[in-house]
Structures are given as C-alpha cells and as structure tokens.
C-alpha cells in the first residue's frame, strides 16, 4: 500500500507544477483581460484562414483596381463640331 500511495504523491507534485501556457493561468486584472483577449482565447484556427483569405483577396482586389485602371491615360471622349467622336487627353488651364 505504501508504494500506491508514493506514486500518487508523485502525480500530484507533477500536477500542481504544470502551468497553463500563456497568460491564462497569470493572475491578471479584469481590465487587463477586457482590454487585451487576444491573449486570453483560445486560437480559433477557422477563423484566423477565413480572415487571411480575406485580407488577400482585398489586398488582390486593390492591386487589380491599380492596374486596370483608365485614369491615368487621362483621356475622355470629345465631340467636335461636325458631330465626330474622337479620344482626347485631359489638359490643366494652368499648362
């Protein structure tokens, strides 16, 4: 009976030296906790892909915005006076 009660007195030491990762098992201030949960919840691994793909599309859709885009030929349709269409750059008054 003594050596049962030995080994459990050694999975109890064990026990009570394991400490919770993190700040979790800190003693912290509910102020603390409420201003800063990302280091208190527990990682939601969905999530976070969910949140990088959409960080990259927007990211993808910004850069597609900047390549397509017409403004910077700085042109516009022009009508003459006999009714013609034609391209024309945009000029400053002041060049």
């Given at each position: ?6 080994g459990?007195?050694k ?11 993190g ?7 509910t102020?603390?906790r ?7 919840i527990?990682?939601?691994k969905p ?13 993808g859709y ?10 910077d030929q700085?042109?516009y349709?022009a ?5 013609e269409?034609?391209?024309r ?7």
């Amino acid at each position: 009976m003594p050596s049962t009660e030995a080994g459990k007195g050694k999975e109890a030491s064990a026990e009570q030296g394991y400490r919770t990762p993190g700040l979790r098992s800190a003693t912290t201030t509910t102020l603390f906790r409420a201003v800063n949960p990302e280091l208190f919840i527990k990682p939601n691994k969905p999530m976070m892909a969910f949140g990088l793909v959409t960080i990259t599309l927007c990211v993808g859709y910004l850069g597609y915005l900047h390549a397509v885009k017409e403004n910077d030929q700085q042109l516009y349709e022009a009508v003459d006076g006999e009714g013609e269409r034609y391209m024309r750059r945009k000029t400053s008054k002041w060049d």
